[in-house]
């Protein structure tokens, strides 16, 4: 698929004047009234212009005021990342509603909690989540403010095709946001602790899509492409292409030669995934240079950006990974409390430093300070602090304890550890909580998880604490190699003792098939943490199943 774009550099620089005055509901509309024929939502299902988008998002909004849905109420979402997540977000929007992603893969009394603490008033779900679902019935305040995607559940009587009876205007009584109303509820991935949802509004939305569109160089021609879950930040699927104009895509699949697939199909342009996910894409990608085989790989030369969050990116694997893809490879940083990416290295060569986080996009700034809140001096390590438009500052609902905690003076602490150079590119050096003490000496995981991740063998790792009677705190390694390794935890441990101090060397290393992921495409350390260290545990010996 391709699209004619004929906006110049100037009038899509228009198209960002303004913009984050505009409630999502209002730059919809606007995007309708301007290119009504242009591809938006696109997917294996169906394909939704401008102008279809915007009456069907028109009409399943009159559907939930119908069901008894208005201003502030709580919708909760459990639904597979479909066309709807994002016709329903919208919907959600233009009647002052709160949309609110719900990780149906949690335990059922996280799930619990987390709709105890929304207060959530109904529900967006499938067939599939009736089990689920009977959980959090009770806590419903009136059980039949459900509202099924596809084939009825046996909980509730609305369908989300009952909305072809209701009228595509926008009802004339209707209660309309404005930009600093909250739409959202951005949850955190709870890695550090309880979920928290942070009170996302229009403008915090619309703030981060203009300052990534300029900062990053998003296009409105880019076809669009986020892989991360449907309940990791959501509106990055389409908050960029909603301002522009341009196309986007909804693919629900972990596949990387299902991905591959569709962006050949589809010609998408610019991808929005982990680190390690574009490694498994290069099976089934053929080489941007035209060498090596290619009979029943994907063609996917459309690509010209792969933007890259969740992980660190050495400098080989960026320059390894634009030279296979032949496009851009742009590492980027981010958090729910940021509604979206705040640093980027990249776009060009220019705003880039190998091995750098990045620097901070339009619109952000950051310090670094000890934890006494005093700034520290360049290139030494401190906590991140960030503050600006975009920053979803209202703080976590039904949470004051830990808003309080976290919000100050009106910057964000990040609990991120890092160091920011004269330029202002900042590096990663691990989380507050993930520091261990060896021997009496900080050691940050990031570190060495950074030496490993550059052995050419090795495809995923992740380091975490461990303890040894005699030794205390000590590093454990837990890696995926790539097909057909032999590397063992001695050659490994000697390629470390190479490159870092005797006592950063982990004690422990294992090799495990897959290092276990979270839907968000972080690595689920809490997953690794509650697997007992094992020196011996290697899972690529037939018969060992861990």
Same mark, same amino acid.
């Given at each position: 698929m391709?699209?004619d774009?004929s906006? /110049?550099a100037?009038?899509?620089?228009?198209?960002?004047q303004?913009?984050?005055e505009?409630?999502l509901g209002?730059?919809?509309?606007r995007?309708?009234?301007r290119?009504p024929d242009?591809?938006?939502?696109?997917s294996?299902?169906?394909v939704?212009?401008?102008?279809?988008?915007d009456?069907e998002v028109d009409?399943?909004?009159n559907?939930? %005021?119908?069901v008894?849905?208005g201003h502030?109420d709580?919708?909760?979402f459990?639904?597979?990342?479909?066309?709807?997540?994002?016709?329903?977000f919208?919907?959600c929007a233009?009647?002052?509603?709160?949309?609110a992603?719900v990780?149906?893969?949690l335990?059922?009394?996280?799930v619990?909690?987390?709709?105890?603490?929304?207060k959530?008033?109904?529900?967006?779900?499938?067939k599939?989540?009736?089990?689920?679902l009977?959980?959090?019935l009770?806590?419903?305040?009136?059980?039949r403010?459900?509202?099924?995607?596809?084939?009825?559940g046996?909980?509730?009587?609305?369908?989300y @095709?009952d &909305?072809?009876?209701?009228?595509a205007?926008?009802?004339?009584d209707?209660?309309?946001?404005?930009?600093?109303?909250?739409?959202?509820l951005?949850y955190?991935?709870?890695?550090?602790?309880?979920p928290?949802g942070?009170?996302t509004t229009?403008?915090?939305?619309q703030?981060? @899509? *203009?300052?990534?569109?300029?900062?990053?160089?998003f296009?409105e021609?880019?076809?669009?492409?986020?892989?991360?879950?449907?309940?990791a930040?959501?509106?990055e699927?389409f908050?960029?292409s909603?301002?522009?104009?341009g196309p986007f895509l909804?693919l629900?699949?972990?596949?990387p030669?299902?991905?591959?697939e569709?962006v050949?199909?589809f010609r998408?342009?610019?991808?929005?995934?982990v680190?390690s996910f574009y490694?498994?894409?290069?099976?089934y990608t053929?080489?941007?240079?035209?060498s090596g085989p290619k009979?029943?790989l994907c063609?996917c030369?459309?690509? %010209?950006?792969?933007?890259?969050?969740g992980a660190?990116v050495?400098?080989?694997t960026?320059?390894r $990974?634009e030279? @296979?893809?032949?496009c851009t490879?742009?590492?980027?940083?981010g958090?729910?409390?940021?509604?979206g990416v705040g640093?980027?290295?990249?776009?060009?060569?220019?705003?880039?430093?190998?091995?750098?986080?990045?620097?901070?996009?339009p619109g952000?700034r950051f310090?670094?300070?000890d934890e006494?809140?005093?700034? *520290?001096p360049t290139g030494e *390590?401190?906590?991140?602090? $960030?503050?600006?438009?975009?920053?979803?500052? &209202?703080?976590?609902?039904n949470?004051p304890e830990?808003t309080d905690?976290?919000?100050?003076?009106g910057?964000y602490?990040t609990?991120?550890?890092v160091?920011?150079?004269? /330029?202002g590119?900042?590096r990663?050096?691990?989380? %507050?909580?993930? $520091?261990?003490k060896?021997?009496?000496?900080r050691?940050?995981?990031?570190?060495?998880?950074?030496?490993i991740?550059e052995h050419p063998?090795?495809?995923?790792?992740?380091?975490?604490r461990?303890e040894?009677r &005699?030794?205390?705190?000590?590093?454990?390694a837990?890696v995926?190699?790539v097909?057909g390794?032999?590397?063992?935890a001695?050659a490994l441990?000697?390629?470390c003792r190479a490159?870092l101090a005797v006592?950063?060397?982990?004690r422990i290393v294992e090799f495990w098939r897959?290092v276990?992921?979270l839907?968000?495409?972080?690595?689920d350390?809490?997953?690794?943490?509650?697997?007992?260290?094992?020196?011996?545990?290697?899972?690529r %010996?037939?018969?060992?199943v861990?």
């Amino acid at each position: 698929m391709e699209v004619d774009s004929s906006t /110049d550099a100037s009038s899509q620089e228009a198209l960002l004047q303004g913009a984050t005055e505009l409630t999502l509901g209002q730059a919809l509309r606007r995007a309708a009234a301007r290119v009504p024929d242009r591809p938006a939502l696109l997917s294996d299902e169906r394909v939704l212009t401008w102008a279809q988008l915007d009456q069907e998002v028109d009409r399943l909004a009159n559907l939930l %005021r119908a069901v008894g849905f208005g201003h502030g109420d709580v919708i909760a979402f459990l639904i597979d990342k479909r066309p709807e997540v994002v016709t329903g977000f919208l919907a959600c929007a233009r009647i002052g509603a709160v949309y609110a992603p719900v990780n149906f893969k949690l335990h059922p009394d996280h799930v619990r909690d987390q709709f105890e603490t929304a207060k959530v008033k109904g529900v967006f779900t499938e067939k599939a989540r009736d089990r689920l679902l009977e959980a959090v019935l009770p806590l419903l305040p009136d059980p039949r403010k459900i509202i099924y995607v596809g084939p009825k559940g046996r909980l509730g009587d609305t369908a989300y @095709a009952d &909305l072809e009876r209701h009228p595509a205007t926008e009802a004339a009584d209707a209660w309309r946001p404005e930009p600093d109303t909250v739409c959202y509820l951005n949850y955190t991935s709870g890695t550090t602790g309880r979920p928290k949802g942070a009170r996302t509004t229009h403008r915090n939305i619309q703030e981060n @899509a *203009v300052a990534t569109i300029q900062g990053l160089g998003f296009r409105e021609s880019d076809i669009f492409l986020g892989m991360f879950s449907v309940f990791a930040h959501p509106h990055e699927l389409f908050h960029r292409s909603l301002i522009l104009g341009g196309p986007f895509l909804i693919l629900d699949s972990l596949s990387p030669r299902v991905v591959a697939e569709a962006v050949e199909r589809f010609r998408v342009t610019w991808m929005m995934a982990v680190p390690s996910f574009y490694e498994m894409m290069l099976d089934y990608t053929a080489p941007a240079d035209g060498s090596g085989p290619k009979h029943d790989l994907c063609d996917c030369s459309s690509l %010209r950006v792969l933007e890259s969050g969740g992980a660190f990116v050495g400098a080989e694997t960026l320059l390894r $990974m634009e030279a @296979a893809f032949g496009c851009t490879f742009m590492p980027v940083w981010g958090c729910t409390e940021a509604t979206g990416v705040g640093l980027a290295n990249g776009p060009d060569k220019a705003t880039r430093k190998p091995g750098a986080t990045g620097r901070p996009v339009p619109g952000y700034r950051f310090r670094v300070v000890d934890e006494a809140g005093r700034d *520290v001096p360049t290139g030494e *390590v401190g906590e991140l602090l $960030m503050r600006g438009p975009a920053v979803a500052s &209202l703080g976590y609902l039904n949470m004051p304890e830990e808003t309080d905690k976290l919000f100050v003076d009106g910057w964000y602490h990040t609990q991120d550890l890092v160091t920011m150079d004269q /330029d202002g590119f900042v590096r990663f050096a691990g989380r %507050r909580s993930e $520091m261990l003490k060896i021997g009496g000496i900080r050691v940050y995981p990031l570190e060495i998880e950074r030496v490993i991740k550059e052995h050419p063998e090795v495809r995923d790792v992740v380091v975490v604490r461990a303890e040894e009677r &005699l030794r205390g705190e000590i590093a454990r390694a837990v890696v995926s190699t790539v097909p057909g390794s032999a590397l063992d935890a001695k050659a490994l441990q000697a390629y470390c003792r190479a490159r870092l101090a005797v006592y950063k060397v982990p004690r422990i290393v294992e090799f495990w098939r897959e290092v276990p992921k979270l839907a968000n495409g972080k690595i689920d350390k809490q997953g690794v943490l509650g697997v007992p260290p094992d020196a011996e545990r290697d899972e690529r %010996r037939q018969g060992d199943v861990g």
